[in-house]
């Protein structure tokens, strides 16, 4: 069974500063690999997602992640963070087909002025 | 267009209850999915539906859950005799056909069982 990691549950990060957000994963073929962000009273939105190709993705709001096999992970990354990026975020895997995912249990990230 | 609908957005019911959260995808999404999330942990996979049938039921926690999807639109998840342990926000998804697409996630319903 596949699982999803992320090792930081609270992040905290200087207005302006750079990002890197933790995910690893666990799976035995080649992931689907997705980042949500959930916002205080809000439906779950897609960052970005891997399925194939290029292992450097770009997504909404300049975030970007890299996928690497080596390392079971995907990293989520933002240059330079802004107020209101504060939220939860999830990394979710999925085993392709249009089965249900597998969702890490978050990290909130908190933007300091 | 209009996205994923969920109702009611909170629900407070007593131990032992029966209750009907329902969900509306967006229109001409063919599979959709229902979550569980409890308070600090990520959404927990329930089940799965493309079309009317049930793809997929492996999540769903105990035969006091079920869902129906009889007209291959709107989902009704249904949990008898409520326990306060069922407590969480319940959250659906629709995606357009059986492949890997984006997961489009409505607002959640809130339960709350006392």
């Known amino acids: 069974a596949q699982s999803v990691t992320q090792p930081d549950i609270h992040i905290t990060v200087s207005e302006g500063a750079s990002l890197e957000l933790r995910c690893n994963y666990s799976y035995g073929a080649t992931p689907y690999l997705f980042w949500y962000v959930q916002s205080p009273g809000q439906g779950l939105q897609l960052l970005l997602k891997y399925f194939s190709g290029d292992t450097l993705v770009q997504g909404i709001k300049g975030f970007e992640a890299e996928f690497k096999r080596s390392q079971s992970s995907f990293n989520l990354r933002k240059p330079s963070v802004h107020w209101s990026d504060a939220a939860e975020y999830f990394c979710a895997v999925g085993r392709g087909g249009a089965d249900g995912l597998t969702f890490g249990k978050g990290t909130h990230l908190i933007i300091q002025p | 267009g209009a996205g994923v609908s969920q109702t009611p957005s909170n629900k407070v019911t007593e131990k032992g209850k029966y209750v009907e959260l329902r969900c509306d995808p967006i229109s001409g999404h063919t599979a959709l999915y229902w979550y569980r999330q409890s308070l600090g942990q990520g959404p927990e996979f329930l089940i799965y539906?493309?079309?009317?049938?049930?793809?997929?039921d492996s999540g769903l926690p105990n035969d006091r859950f079920f869902a129906v999807r009889p007209e291959g639109s709107v989902s009704t998840l249904k949990i008898q005799r409520t326990e306060r342990g069922d407590s969480a926000v319940y959250l659906c998804?629709?995606?357009?056909?059986?492949?890997?697409?984006?997961?489009?996630f409505g607002p959640g319903t809130r339960l709350l069982v006392l």
């Open positions: 998804a629709s995606s357009p056909n059986r492949n890997q697409e984006t997961q489009y």
């Open positions: 539906f493309q079309g009317t049938g049930a793809a997929d």
